[in-house]
């Protein structure tokens, strides 16, 4: 079982920085495909970025490409993503999540879930 627990959600002003950590507690992490999702108010949830179980291989959807940064810590069971030049757009729900399988932009192989962190982007 893999447990994921996000943090460094919160308010930040349009066009500031942030970076959301997802740490996992279990022994797999370095073979799982990670990504992070967001579900923003009445919208659907969404991947916003992945990253194969090496680091080396990304994806980004076009909403945020050059603006976010995927990267992970294998050695430290860490997922990272860097947002900068923040829009009100991105304010969102963010979840982390692993994916077994390595399928890393296929939304439906993502099995283990974290809880979310809040962020909220004023304009």
């Known amino acids: 079982q893999v447990q994921l627990v996000e943090s460094g959600g919160g308010l930040v002003q349009a066009g500031g920085s942030l970076r959301l950590s997802c740490t996992s507690s279990?022994?797999?992490?370095?073979?799982?495909?990670m990504g992070w999702f967001r579900q923003g108010p009445g919208k659907e949830r969404e991947i916003v970025a992945a990253?194969?179980?090496?680091?080396?291989?990304?994806y980004y959807a076009d909403s945020v490409k050059g603006r976010f940064t995927i990267s992970r810590d294998n050695a430290k069971n860490a997922l990272y993503l860097q947002m900068n030049s923040r829009k009100p757009e991105d304010t969102a729900v963010y979840y982390c999540?692993?994916?077994?399988?390595?399928?890393?932009?296929?939304?439906?192989?993502?099995?283990?879930w974290g809880q979310g962190t809040q962020v909220t982007v004023s304009s």
């Open positions: 990253v194969n179980w090496s680091g080396r291989n990304t």
């Open positions: 279990g022994r797999t992490f370095s073979t799982y495909a």
């Open positions: 999540a692993a994916d077994p399988r390595g399928a890393v932009r296929v939304t439906t192989a993502y099995d283990y």
